[in-house]
């Protein structure tokens, strides 16, 4: 009898697995063929790179989480919770629904956040849905953006690159010139596109940028809150870096070395620039906001 009692404990440490993988595979049913189809598509543009990226990290998170899935099914939860999870996923799949026959993305994409969350208040209950919040939280950024914010945002944000940009240059004796988006720099003439307002930009670098936070766990608020913060404008100043080197290389170097292979690796930099702006700036503040010593507990 004695020798069956480990065998026996550790099936019953892995009987709440039983409960999720209906879910997993209820999971993978629905959005396996979301992925699929932004995989040959969306993901395959600049402006939505980052999604395998946001989608990688994600199962990442939860896998760190993963003893929220194995706890003991004593702690069952409560009416409420219960009662919030189903009203969560019923909406998020009638949100799934309704993207996937009309062909919405930011509904489908967007209704497996309701819908996991559901899932988690239905089976754990609260404490798990909070232990899981970042990752739940991170799946934002997969979705793609409205596209009244994308015109509302792009044409402003363009104006702006357009007149620093000409004035850095002019200021450093480059013969340029602009009317409106257009700038004229010597012989060639560039039309700062809408991919290069950064609107996407920010929106992938704010994605870092968080689980940059997240990762570190810094115990200054003020810390977090300033970086927080700084993450929209150091995304706006490396995008004007971007298009000021690229008309650096257009003036050089010519209009198809431009808008070539260097017009392309000016994107991935900008990404970099970005994130080294940011741990540059998290280095700083650490000489004004260090960190505290964590408790045994909070560690």
């Not at 992925?35 to 994600?58: C, E, F, K, Q, R």
């Not at 689980?211 to 700084?230: E, F, K």
């Not at 000021?244 to 290389?249: D, E, G, K, M, S």
């Amino acid at each position: 009898m004695n020798t069956l009692a480990p065998r026996t404990s550790a099936l019953d440490a892995l009987a709440p697995l039983n409960i999720w993988w209906p879910i997993v595979l209820g999971l993978l049913v629905l959005y396996v063929p979301t992925y699929w189809m932004m995989a040959h598509g969306l993901w395959n543009s600049d402006d939505y790179a980052h999604g395998p990226i946001v989608l990688v990290v994600t199962l990442y998170l939860i896998w760190q989480q993963r003893a929220v899935f194995l706890r003991d099914a004593g702690a069952a939860p409560t009416r409420g919770e219960t009662a919030a999870g189903w009203v969560l996923l019923v909406l998020g799949l009638l949100t799934y629904a309704v993207g996937r026959s009309q062909e919405v993305l930011l509904l489908e994409v967007g209704s497996q956040i309701p819908v996991i969350l559901g899932a988690l208040l239905i089976t754990l209950g609260l404490s798990a849905a909070r232990a899981l919040w970042f990752a739940l939280f991170f799946l934002l950024f997969m979705v793609p953006l409205p596209g009244f914010v994308v015109d509302t945002a792009t044409g402003p944000l363009k104006q702006h690159i357009s007149e620093i940009a000409e004035q850095v240059l002019y200021a450093a004796g480059y013969p340029i010139a602009r009317s409106g988006v257009t700038l004229t720099v010597g012989q060639y003439q560039l039309l700062v596109a809408d991919a290069c307002s950064g609107l996407h930009s920010m929106f992938s670098l704010s994605a870092m940028g968080l689980l940059y936070l997240y990762l570190m766990q810094r115990t200054s608020v003020a810390r977090n809150l300033i970086i927080m913060a700084a993450i929209l404008p150091i995304a706006f100043a490396a995008n004007i870096v971007r298009v000021i080197v690229l008309i650096l290389v257009t003036y050089h170097m010519g209009d198809e070395a431009g808008q070539g292979f260097l017009h392309g690796f000016a994107g991935i930099m900008l990404f970099v620039i970005g994130l080294l702006f940011l741990f540059a700036l998290d280095g700083v503040l650490g000489f004004f906001f260090p960190d505290r010593p964590r408790g045994r507990s909070q560690a």
